[in-house]
């Protein structure tokens, strides 16, 4: 009952910043616990952050910890991410995902995806 689609993403020299946006569709979004996951070349899909949809409660991947911030704004039907600090290795398809169920850290558990963006980070 909800699209998504990303936005934000693109190249960015290493210690540089990005603020990833997912824009959702419907009404029901706020209704959502929000998560972003991300993808490398040849590797599995992997959990970034995540927010709940009542308490704004959040939850981060050890390797974004401190670096990243999650963050809806539900009246805008929007997501963020906010990147920081970037490496190398956050060079991947981020891609945002609505679900039902908190906390969530894996991609099954979520019901809904946006196409993905793609963030490169260059050293």
């Known amino acids: 009952q909800v699209q998504l689609v990303e936005s934000g993403g693109g190249l960015v020299q290493a210690g540089g910043s990005l603020r990833l946006s997912c824009a959702a569709s419907?009404?029901?979004?706020?209704?959502?616990?929000m998560g972003w996951f991300r993808q490398a070349p040849g590797k599995e899909r992997e959990f970034v952050a995540a927010i709940s949809w009542r308490s704004g409660s959040t939850s981060y991947a050890d390797s974004v910890k401190g670096r990243f911030t999650i963050s809806r704004d539900n009246a805008k039907n929007t997501l963020y991410l906010q990147m920081n600090s970037l490496k190398p290795e956050d060079t991947a398809v981020y891609y945002c995902?609505?679900?039902?169920?908190?906390?969530?850290?894996?991609?099954?558990?979520?019901?809904?995806w946006g196409p993905g963006n793609q963030v490169t980070v260059s050293s």
């Open positions: 995902a609505a679900g039902s169920k908190w906390p969530a850290r894996r991609p099954y558990e979520y019901d809904y």
């Open positions: 419907g009404r029901t979004f706020s209704r959502y616990h």
